[in-house]
């Protein structure tokens, strides 16, 4: 029943069964266990021993972080749990069952221990219940001070009596006696080898304070949770979930709708039983994808309640504005498992029709509308017909998206779809279309044979292929508008299997392309629709200027990435595409001579047009410079220079050491390490003493320079930290940091000390 | 200072506001897919619900009109029920509220196959062996009247008024261990509901935090 043996440093009890002895005669064996450890530790004098305790479903250790201690200072100590796959033990809040692993100690006097500092859970679904806990292992660790006084060379005897519940589907709850000897010594100890990584593994997994401000609000059926992360702009999946502190404060097994706005994070969870608290604390989970897998990263929570009055409404502070803009847009999936398939592809559905609606969709309906006024006494099989083909059109071009973003996905890269609209020359080219459109609708311009390359003249041809080309250019034209908020669509579709992408994606295309199929199926409709007439010019004059307003609305995009000089080049650019326009109205008048120098003219300011994008390629955006530096440097505004290439080999070659971070605003992990670990005076100051130089580059707009080094090392994304220690040549070699960085894995790094 | 709008939050603001009426659905899946049950609230009418007991007999709260009742969610084989059958504390709750007159009815809602399930006849072997003294003990394989309660723990109490209020949900103490050594001294919640009710007051403490093992329910229609 019960196994006793000794190995190497340490002992092994097998307490299979242990739980089913009758009490009295566990307790017994619980106090002869102290006895046991005495007979097997004594001859281990050499060194710390560990003691450990093994169950069928938990191999529990107690260990150190040294292999020694001073007197007068701390060390880490803490409870290793090795854990059967399929099986969890529990955190703090255990969440909806379970019970958290207790450790009672028995320290020698003068010894004290600090409270367990417990890693970010996880979320462990049990249908219906959620619980909270660890799968896999974990280090549950504490600090012991040893007092000054100890003598040097008497070893720390801890003991502590350790109870945890192990579940799958079954609980059991186990229990073991540990005991652990650390030596004393007068310099500073070694760290254990074995147990170290461990120990440093269990510290990235620790919260680490909020670096934003936060407020809830308690109503009566949500508990809100802002954060004021504005600067972060989350183009892209993550999972984001909050663990509180204690019982019944949310409901554990609900659904946290996350949504991201101007204000920051907000996230709305139903409320649970317990009765109010006046702060709601705990964890907040940002799960990230990067280069090189999932960083997850834990904030310690502790948010004063507003008012109550409130009613789960917005925050006091949050502005005007804000009450609109918070829950209207979810850029990040629901991190409890998202929408169900039936009801993402619902929704898909609905958001499709609706996607009718927007201004850079709607004038193209419009024409194709017209299309159909004039059709309508062609009769039905060619109304569905075209109908037909123009669905066919739009489920190829959302087909041809959904692959072309999992054929990235699937190449490692996990994007969102924003990523058009964050180059400048996307978004230019954008304008240009819709301005070119514009003018078409205007009459300015017969779209025909001529730019049928456009797009628009595609969709204003007739017949089958005309429908199918208005489809994809419904499509295509769609996109920026919907980029930003396509957030939930994409993330969800990004995170299954791909066939459900694809579905999501074409349930998508299907809505949109619904209102034209209904007109097929029902010509009753078709014939509500104003008869054609002179109205109808009038019609496709005023659809211009939705067109002209879209192109306003991305120049100011435009603007707003690459600052006002950009801005300029773009509307040059216009005024050369309205003279290509007019030259090409000459064209068609005129004779042959006229004809072609007009011709050679216009394409010539089409050239000049497109010219204008070359420098927006390296544009930066001064507004971004501006956040980053903000951000990062606080009040030693000097701390950092911008990178480039040329500045780092200028000073590789001066042998300076060179700190490089590469950063994005729309990646968490890099802001909060910018918060966490890089912005801090101290830092700062020890770098500037090093002569450290501080090189900065922002990728938010992927600066294709960035990109280069980013490559060179091997990476496809931010945050990349590389350290170049003093040296030229061969003396010099890069240093890469990990991707989470702390205040001590810099200065470890950098050599700060 | 990190509150400051930037102009590039302005301008998400505006993009924001020009597509949200549009998109607004495809962001809120959230909600929709909560699973559809609730916790019943305090004060308001206990959910009515009709069992089949061990001995084949049908109960329905509505019966019960006029007295006290307590629902106990329980699974023989979980640690926590052990803790609180193998010390006596259950049955001498039991006991206790069937010398006052009320309705105990435990409840078992394991699904077949999943721990804690158990036959009718096995059922009532388990009170015998145990010297339980429920009034009934409720078999809810489906998971049905666990669901309505929203019953998540074993043990997981609830008490009813003779109005067929519910009044107390939640642990059956305040010891949220599987330690029987925890029995001693700890402050049972049902039995201070249960005074507080016999006092004429109100139930000091209505809710608290219910633990032990997971219900077991089966997956079939959650």
Known sequence: MRQISVKGFGWRVSVKGFANLPKDLRRAAIALIPLWLLVVCLPVAAGATDARVATENVTATL?????????????????????????????????????????????????????????????????????????????????????????????????????????????????????????????????????????????????????????????????????????????????????????????????????????????????????????????????????GGTVRRAFAVDAPIADAAAGGGVAPGAGPGVAGLTGMEGEVAGAAGGPGLVLALGLALIGGILLNLMPCVFPVLSMKAMGLVRHAQAGRGVILRDAGAYTAGVLAAFAAVAGALLAVKAGGAQIGWGFQLQSPVVVLLLAYLLFAVGLSLSGML??????????????????????????????VVATPCTAPFMGAAVGFALTQHWAVALLVFQALGLGLALPYVALGLWPGLLRRLPRPGPWMDRLKQALAFPMYLSAAWLLWVLGRQTGVDGLAAALVGLVLIGFAVWLWRIAGETDRLWSRVSTALAALALVGALGVMAPLSQARSPSDAGDSGRAAAGAQETAWEPYSPARLA??????????????????????????????????????????????????????????????????????????????????????VLPQILTESVVRDALGLG | MRL??????????????????????????????????????????????????????????????????????????????????????????????????????????????????????????????????????????????????????????????????????????????????????ATNHVRQALADLAAGRPVATPVTRPYGCSVKYGSGDS
């Open chain 1, 63 to 291: 260990v150190s972080e040294t292999r020694a201690v001073r007197p007068g200072a701390t060390v880490m100590v803490g409870l290793h749990q090795d854990i059967r796959a399929g099986w969890h033990t529990y955190w703090k809040n255990p969440g909806d069952s379970g019970e958290a692993t207790d450790i009672d100690w028995q320290l020698p006097e003068g010894v004290t221990v600090g409270p367990i500092q417990w890693p970010a859970p996880h979320r462990i679904p049990y249908d219906p219940l959620v619980n909270y806990g660890y799968e896999g292992e974990v280090l549950l660790a504490s600090a012991v001070q040893v007092p000054a006084d100890w003598p040097v060379g008497e070893p720390v005897r801890l003991q502590a009596e350790a109870t945890w519940l192990v579940c799958a589907d079954v609980c059991i709850p186990e229990q073991g006696s540990f005991s652990l000897e650390i030596p004393t010594v007068a310099d500073p100890p070694l760290a254990d080898p074995v147990w170290a990584p461990a120990f440093a593994a269990a510290r990235a997994a620790l919260p680490v304070d909020l670096p934003w401000p936060a407020d809830a609000a308690v109503g009566p059926e949500t508990v809100r949770l802002m954060v004021a992360a504005g600067d972060w702009r989350q183009t892209r999946p993550a999972d984001v979930h909050f663990f509180p502190d204690s019982w019944g404060v949310i409901d554990h097994a609900g659904d946290q709708q996350v949504t991201q706005s101007d204000a920051g994070l907000a996230l709305a969870m139903p409320v649970g039983s317990a009765p109010p608290v006046e702060r709601l604390t705990g964890v907040l989970v940002v799960a990230e994808e990067l280069d």
């Open chain 2, 4 to 185: 400051t709008l930037t102009k590039r939050e302005v301008l998400r603001g505006g993009v924001g506001l020009a597509g949200a009426a549009i998109l607004a659905p495809l962001a809120a899946p959230g909600p929709m897919v909560r699973p559809a049950y609730a916790a019943p609230t305090i004060d308001t009418p206990a959910p009515g619900f009709t069992g089949t007991d061990s001995e084949g007999g049908t109960h329905s709260l509505a019966d019960y009109r006029g007295r006290v009742v307590i629902l106990e969610w329980t699974n023989h084989q979980c640690p926590y029920v052990q803790k609180h059958y193998g010390t006596g504390n259950m049955q001498a709750l039991q006991r206790e509220a069937a010398d006052a007159g009320h309705v105990w009815l435990s409840v078992i809602s394991s699904a077949p196959g999943l721990q804690g399930h158990v036959e009718p006849g096995r059922a009532n072997a388990l009170t015998a062996e145990r010297n339980a003294a429920p009034s009934a003990v409720i078999l809810d394989p489906s998971g049905d009247i666990g669901r309505l309660y929203d019953a998540r723990t074993t043990p997981h109490m609830y008490v009813i008024d003779p109005a067929g209020t519910l009044v107390y949900r939640g642990g059956i103490d305040d010891r949220p261990t599987a330690r029987w050594s925890d029995v001693e001294g």
């Open chain 1, 446 to 475: 017969t779209v025909g044979n001529r730019l049928s390359g456009l797009g628009s003249g595609l969709a204003s041809r007739s017949g089958p292929s005309g429908a199918f080309f208005t489809g994809v250019l419904a499509t």
């Open chain 1, 650 to 735: 200028a000073l590789r070659d001066e042998g300076r050491p060179v700190f490089v971070n590469m950063t994005a605003a729309w990646c968490i992990t890099c802001l909060v390490n910018e918060q966490v670990a890089l912005s801090s005076p101290a830092v700062l100051d020890a770098m500037e003493q090093a002569g450290i130089v501080y090189l900065k580059g922002d990728w938010t707009n992927r600066d294709p320079e960035i990109t280069a080094l980013l490559e060179s090392f091997g990476r496809s994304g931010v945050p990349l930290y590389v350290f170049y220690p003093a040296g030229t040549g061969g003396d010099s070699t890069p240093r």
